[in-house]
């Protein structure tokens, strides 16, 4: 009932109505499988609802335009909860739970070692398997964040200071100066390994890769405030003295409460494309790209502190995401 012929056109007979059984339609390809597929999706939706209606079956393949035979297939398929046809699967139910116990375990643990770990255990099935069961539980593998390490008294320092600024309205933090420095290199190395996790699960303690700082490194400072951004330098508390900048108190390893870090990503961003062939042209580069942040930018990223006291005093001081408003 079907072909193709020597100009690439799909033949098929279809019924409808005011035509006869004879009448021979042509399409384009890609035209004949959609209307194909509509046509049967049609046929089936009469078949349930016939059937709902308590038709019989030879009424229903008549109106349906089948053979009794594939509209009782079609019923008995549906009675029996069997909706789709192939292939049994190679694992079972058991089986699956006992991948999903080795991700969670080690979420930092890669495909092959995930795969090998699972095998050992008795389990017949292939590398593929083995991916496609991970993506069912709703994993992705991610490069993880990379946040610092907090132990207890600097998280219940975090919690404290907080809790002190919670009142803190955005006019007040208008005022402040922020700064940081943030190491710029030429060019950029492998980022480490990935994570297993789920959505909603980036800034999960088990999914994080925690980080120290090297003070050896090359490292560029620059400050912030709502009304500008001031130029980077390498000398933070020569430019402050020289400024008569005081300096507000604030808790260690607390960068996600500091908004200078999200412009720093900005920047970072902005530079991704470039490439510097020495130190000397990284630090125009930098400087050039700092320039063209505009104010508006560094107002919004402020205006957002209320919001990062608000999460950290909900996290009870653990570390959180790096939240402003694009």
């Not at 349906?64 to 909706?83: D, I, P, T």
């Not at 699956?96 to 099935?125: D, I, M, P």
């Not at 593929?128 to 610092?148: D, M, N, Y």
């Amino acid at each position: 009932m079907s072909g193709v012929n020597d100009d690439g056109y799909f033949h098929y007979y279809i019924q409808q109505q005011n035509t006869s059984i004879g009448d021979i339609l042509v399409y384009p390809c890609t035209r004949a499988c959609s209307q194909l597929t509509q046509l049967i999706r049609a046929g089936l939706r009469i078949i349930d609802t016939l059937h709902k209606e308590g038709k019989p079956q030879t009424f229903i393949a008549k109106e349906a335009g089948c053979s009794q035979s594939a509209a009782s297939k079609h019923v008995n398929r549906k009675l029996s909860g069997r909706e789709k046809c192939g292939r049994k699967r190679c694992t079972t139910n058991r089986e699956n739970r006992s991948l999903e116990r080795l991700v969670k375990q080690n979420q930092f643990k890669n495909l092959g070692e995930l795969h090998k770990e699972w095998t050992e255990a008795g389990v017949k099935a292939s590398r593929a398997t083995t991916h496609r069961r991970v993506k069912e539980f709703g994993h992705s593998c991610r490069i993880p964040l990379v946040k610092p390490l907090l132990n207890h008294r600097q998280r219940q320092r975090h919690l404290t200071w907080a809790k002190e600024k919670k009142k803190w309205t955005g006019a007040q933090w208008s005022k402040v100066l922020f700064s940081d420095e943030s190491k710029f290199c030429i060019s950029f190395g492998n980022q480490g390994p990935r994570v297993w996790r789920k959505g909603g699960e980036a800034h999960s303690p088990s999914c994080l890769k925690s980080s120290v700082k090297f003070p050896q490194s090359v490292m560029i400072w620059g400050a912030m405030s709502s009304p500008a951004v001031a130029g980077p330098a390498h000398t933070a508390k020569s430019w402050l003295n020289d400024h008569g900048v005081g300096v507000l108190d604030w808790p260690a390893n607390s960068p996600d409460l500091n908004p200078i870090e999200n412009l720093w990503d900005i920047v970072k961003r902005k530079m991704r494309n470039k490439r510097s062939k020495n130190a000397d042209e990284l630090k125009a580069t930098v400087k050039e790209t700092w320039a063209s942040i505009p104010p508006q930018q560094c107002h919004r990223l402020i205006t957002s502190m209320p919001h990062r006291i608000e999460a950290v005093i909900k996290a009870k001081g653990a570390p959180i995401e790096y939240m402003y408003s694009k």
